[in-house]
């Protein structure tokens, strides 16, 4: 929902070495420094960092709500970079927060009680207008990674051969169990109501660049979304940027699980282009079905079952996180990211991803604060 400048994204040379460009873009909650609670402050970020232009590439922008902020890093060409990236931008954006009074944290969907501020924009109070409540509740923070392209013909072959592992990634994620002051029983509740948004959620199979801008159309022509940047897909093409943008994913709290979840998707991409290229036909899961797995990963997170993309059927969080790192396993290895991917996975495996430790944190004294606290340090970790 969000005007960005075009940040070239390279083309990617070829199947050596890490040269497929990628890049994130987070939206993160803004809270008072003090109570802990949500602050409406986004334009003051945003006319400090229009003041203070930052050296490293990052742009931020408002959000719907005056209560988020949304930082897009610069595109980069490794994990460690992409990790470098991350960081700077979260501790770009809390020096403006603190300057105004609050602080950034990386948490999908508010833990307090609260009523959003809409940005005062007439974008954003005709999505008011038209969606009501859902437009007035929408505080959610997502995870946005571009993966850079040699054309859309590439884009939308990748688009078809991951629409499957994208539920994988949003539980990887999960990070958002509770909602305005309740714990919701799922894991990615952010995923819920962002899929309320009529033109979100997993797309159909497409074939060529041809059949993705017919289906634009048709939604547009429809009069229901008002431009392409309301066309929420789990994954589509950009409109500015010569990328597929993968949008399936809660921020998460560590930027060190943001990063190794931006280069599993970029690995996803080079993975999916290379059997598009060998003439591998893309797998005719139905969007009935691909609602249904994704609803089962905002569910259950890495803690229970997922639909494995390979039989269809659940099986444990792990052995189709397995699955998955096994189709991408010989590109990360070519790009020398396996073993740090595969460190961080693990990792998220056995301790949890967001939504486990913000439980962890409420549960000690039912206090809110408590999951706020805990959240800033590992944002800023």
Do not use: K
Not at 44 to 61: C, I, K, T, Y
Not at 69 to 84: F, N, R
Not at 135 to 159: K, N
């Amino acid at each position: 929902m969000v005007v960005i400048t075009v940040i070239p994204h390279p083309s990617p040379a070829g199947p050596t070495g890490p040269t497929r460009t990628f890049g994130v873009e987070e939206e993160l909650l803004l809270v008072d420094a003090g109570t802990l609670e949500p602050a409406a402050v986004s334009r003051s970020v945003v006319r400090d960092q229009d003041e203070h232009p930052a050296r490293s590439g990052h742009r931020v922008f408002t959000e719907l709500q005056q209560e988020q902020i949304e930082v897009a890093s610069p595109p980069v060409t490794g994990l460690a970079d992409q990790l470098a990236a991350i960081r700077a931008g979260r501790a770009l954006l809390d020096a403006a927060a603190r300057r105004a009074g609050a602080r950034v944290v990386a948490l999908a969907s508010p833990v307090f009680p609260t009523r959003p501020h809409l940005v005062p924009h007439p974008r954003y109070e005709w999505l008011r207008e038209r969606f009501g409540l859902v437009a007035d509740e929408q505080l959610t923070c997502g995870l946005h990674v571009h993966v850079g392209i040699s054309d859309r013909g590439e884009g939308v072959a990748v688009l078809d051969r991951i629409r499957g592992w994208l539920p994988v990634l949003l539980a990887l994620s999960a990070n958002s169990p509770f909602w305005y002051g309740q714990d919701t029983g799922y894991s990615s509740y952010r995923y819920q109501t962002w899929t309320r948004w009529p033109t979100a959620g997993p797309d159909e199979l497409l074939g060529t660049p041809q059949e993705y801008d017919r289906r634009c159309e048709a939604l547009l022509r429809s009069g229901v979304a008002l431009d392409r940047g309301m066309l929420y897909f789990d994954a589509r093409l950009s409109a500015r940027y010569p990328t597929v943008e993968i949008r399936v994913a809660d921020v998460c709290l560590d930027a060190e699980h943001a990063a190794v979840l931006a280069a599993l998707a970029r690995a996803l991409v080079e993975t999916t282009a290379r059997q598009w290229r060998r003439g591998a036909t893309a797998p005719r899961t139905g969007v009935g079905q691909l609602r249904a797995w994704s609803w089962q990963a905002g569910a259950a997170g890495v803690g229970g079952a997922l639909v494995s993309p390979v039989s269809g059927a659940p099986a444990p969080a792990a052995e189709v996180v397995a699955e998955l790192l096994d189709l991408v396993h010989p590109v990360l290895a070519e790009w020398g990211e396996a073993e740090q991917v595969e460190a961080v996975v693990a990792g998220v495996l056995r301790d949890g991803s967001g939504a486990r430790r913000q439980r962890a944190a409420f549960a000690a004294r039912q206090d809110p604060h408590d999951v706020v606290r805990t959240a800033l340090e590992a944002t800023h970790r």
